[in-house]
């Protein structure tokens, strides 16, 4: 009775071991399929049931995918030599690229709506959709873009900087803007040719919107931060990259994404510092959206309120331009009197 349940069973096993063990780049024998069979399910089969297995997964609808080679053996009635077709290389065609779900993943990540424990069990099953192998890449995607892109090559991007990172390695590659034709254009040198870029890559997330590689430009020992969505032509090195934490700012750490994240509310590359800034009451809720819960409050008046934030300066002063004059500087004095430089400029652009 135990046998014949087995061998009902073996399809799904089967579809299984497929599912969890192989895509593209990983693919099993009928030996190394006999061999899963035996250590996970304690199933017994022979070669020739389990192609038959394999071939009724495929009519039933499953894309199943696999090499086939011609052996001449020996008939053992006749002594003639025939031809014998044998398949190999067997993995499952899924329905999703592992970008994809690595780009819905992200999504989940960041949304804001989501309990904590719902988008964990979201994660969960979307994983599932891949293989084993797919787990173990996810750290390295941390959040998903709202809007959309014309660069075709965004997937092959996520799929180079994520092997990249995996890898410790260096990539290179070209960065578009656009022009007043409306069509992207590679940055140019100095000689007016394209600028190939060779950076060292940590991480990919994403903020206000936009996709970035967060990254060490080999020319310069700081953090920067790039589109993904923006670069083109890009290839892996051979080159290990350099530790995150040998650069500048760094002290010495890993990245923390984070802090990092909290630190660069628009993604500017520039020094962290702590900043106190003058609102009035009603930006409160505002503060803690754009620079998180990890700010202090003092000074409360019945219309204003000072706080200290702990943000990459650019951001800050970024910050105070877009809410003024409800936000202002208060130190540093430095980024004070920038704040002032840049509020007179942009006055005297409308005299």
């Given amino acids: 009775m135990g046998t014949k349940q087995s061998k009902k069973l073996m399809l799904f096993n089967l579809l299984d071991i497929l599912r969890k063990y192989t895509d593209e780049d990983h693919r099993l024998s009928q030996k190394e399929i006999e061999e899963r069979l035996k250590e996970e399910y304690g199933m017994d089969a022979d070669r020739k049931s389990i192609k038959t297995n394999l071939m009724k997964l495929e009519e039933f609808g499953y894309d199943i995918a696999y090499s086939e080679s011609i052996r001449m053996v020996k008939n053992p009635k006749t002594g003639e030599l025939e031809e014998n077709y044998i398949l190999s290389d067997f993995y499952l ?6 970008s994809e779900l690595r780009l819905l993943i992200d999504g989940l990540l ?13 994660v969960e099953k979307i994983e599932k959709l891949s293989n084993i192998y797919f787990r173990s890449r996810v750290k390295h995607i941390a959040t998903m873009p709202k809007d959309r892109t014309n660069n075709k090559q965004l997937f092959f ?3 180079v900087i994520d092997e990249a990172i995996n890898e410790k390695k260096k990539i290179a590659f070209k960065y578009v803007e656009y022009g007043t034709d409306l069509k992207q254009h590679p940055k140019k040198d100095e000689n007016g040719k394209d600028r190939v870029y060779v950076v060292s890559p940590y991480q990919m997330a994403a903020k206000e919107g936009k996709y970035y590689l967060i990254c ?5 020992e700081d953090i920067s931060n790039y589109r993904v969505d923006r670069i083109v032509d890009i290839q892996k090195l051979e080159e290990t990259s350099k530790p ?12 923390d994404l984070s802090k990092y994240m909290k630190e660069h509310v628009y993604m500017y590359s520039s020094d962290t510092s702590r900043a106190k800034l003058r609102i009035v009451n009603e930006m409160i809720s505002d503060i803690v959206d754009m620079f998180g819960s990890d700010v202090r409050f003092y000074n409360q008046d019945a219309t ?7 943000a990459n300066e650019t951001s800050v002063l970024q910050f105070a331009k877009n809410y003024a004059p409800d936000v202002v500087i208060l130190e540093p004095k430095e980024l004070r009197n920038r704040a002032i430089e840049d509020l007179k400029k942009g006055l005297k652009g409308y005299e």
Wanted: aromatic share 14%.
């Fill in 93 to 98: 065609v899924r329905d999703f690229e592992d």
């Fill in 110 to 122: 960041f949304s804001k709506h989501l309990p904590y424990s719902q988008c964990k069990e979201l």
């Fill in 157 to 159: 991007n996520i799929d």
């Fill in 216 to 220: 060490n430009y080999d020319k310069y």
């Fill in 244 to 255: 995150f934490s040998k650069l500048k700012g760094a002290n010495g750490q890993a990245l």
């Fill in 304 to 310: 204003h309120v000072s706080v200290a934030v702990n």
